[in-house]
């Protein structure tokens, strides 16, 4: 959930993650619970996937739109700059010291902070952070009994130490996730709670579309829309439902 303070439009957020996003690769060694939740999210079929589409937004605030073709870390972005004009720009993330300072310093931190939002259990099992078990807790905010898993990034990324605790239930979803920032910034938020509810699954795919929570005491809400997978070899996207 780190975001860059440089970023204008993450700090109306101010509830994202950011993180180097790492190439999606063959899973790390986790605890068991911890890769079934991966695996219910998709994790040993997301070879398949050619492209993902998502809309991103903040209730109230701000909204962005995107797709990502992860064989080839390609990413499209439709939104608005800090100006509020339209934006529609393509760009290859192997190549963004390339790219303008807009998709340097603005789109892309938005790009990683959204998909991180989609994606988060996978990215336990790819990104090579510090996974621990901690057995059944109760959960922050609704206060039921679910697996616990801690998910710490020792170094990397823009703020090393950043923790996030997933809340998974019976069935390998996750019903609540809460980050903790571990260097303070001004005008962001040190503790995000946020609950992972409106599932829907797209191809071999599961997303949670609906994230209402409180940051540092207050209330927000992030939702997807238009969420679609294509898959390889297929001219059509399939739509979550």
Same mark, same amino acid.
């Given at each position: 959930m780190?975001?860059? +303070?440089?970023?204008?439009?993450?700090?109306l957020?101010?509830?994202?993650m950011l993180?180097i996003?790492?190439?999606?690769?063959?899973?790390? *060694?986790?605890?068991?619970?911890?890769?079934?939740?991966?695996?219910? $999210?998709? #994790?040993?079929s997301f070879?398949q996937? /050619?492209?993902?589409?998502?809309?991103?937004?903040?209730?109230?605030?701000?909204?962005r739109?995107?797709?990502?073709?992860?064989?080839?870390?390609?990413?499209?972005?439709?939104?608005?700059?800090? /100006?509020?004009?339209?934006?529609k720009?393509?760009?290859?993330?192997?190549?963004?010291?390339?790219?303008?300072? %807009?998709?340097?310093n603005?789109i892309?931190p938005? $790009?990683v902070?959204? *998909?991180?939002?989609? #994606?988060?259990? #996978?990215?336990?099992?790819?990104?090579?952070?510090?996974?621990t078990d901690?057995?059944?807790q %109760?959960?922050?905010l609704?206060?039921?009994?679910a697996?616990?898993?801690?998910?710490?990034?020792?170094a990397?990324g823009?703020?090393?130490?950043?923790t996030? /605790?997933?809340?998974?239930?019976?069935?390998?979803?996750?019903?609540e996730m809460?980050?903790?920032? %571990?260097?303070a910034? %001004?005008?962001?938020p040190n503790?995000v709670?946020a609950t992972?509810?409106?599932?829907?699954?797209?191809?071999?795919?599961?997303f +949670?579309?609906?994230h209402?929570?409180?940051?540092d005491?207050q209330?927000?809400?992030? $939702?997807?829309?238009?969420v679609?997978?294509? #898959?390889?070899? +297929?001219?059509?996207?399939?739509?979550?439902q």
């Amino acid at each position: 959930m780190p975001v860059l +303070s440089r970023f204008d439009l993450m700090r109306l957020s101010a509830i994202g993650m950011l993180l180097i996003l790492p190439a999606v690769s063959g899973a790390q *060694q986790i605890p068991p619970v911890a890769e079934q939740m991966a695996k219910t $999210f998709g #994790l040993d079929s997301f070879g398949q996937v /050619e492209a993902i589409r998502y809309t991103w937004t903040v209730e109230g605030r701000l909204s962005r739109t995107w797709e990502w073709k992860p064989k080839t870390d390609t990413v499209t972005y439709e939104g608005k700059d800090k /100006e509020g004009k339209p934006v529609k720009v393509t760009y290859q993330r192997s190549q963004i010291d390339s790219q303008s300072d %807009a998709v340097k310093n603005e789109i892309d931190p938005g $790009f990683v902070n959204d *998909q991180y939002w989609l #994606l988060l259990p #996978l990215h336990v099992a790819w990104d090579g952070a510090k996974v621990t078990d901690e057995g059944k807790q %109760a959960t922050p905010l609704g206060n039921t009994s679910a697996e616990h898993i801690v998910v710490k990034y020792a170094a990397g990324g823009y703020s090393p130490g950043d923790t996030w /605790e997933i809340y998974v239930g019976p069935d390998k979803r996750v019903v609540e996730m809460r980050y903790h920032r %571990a260097v303070a910034v %001004a005008g962001l938020p040190n503790l995000v709670t946020a609950t992972w509810t409106g599932y829907k699954k797209a191809g071999p795919l599961l997303f +949670s579309t609906d994230h209402p929570g409180v940051a540092d005491g207050q209330p927000f809400r992030i $939702f997807f829309s238009d969420v679609a997978v294509k #898959l390889t070899g +297929s001219k059509d996207w399939i739509s979550a439902q």
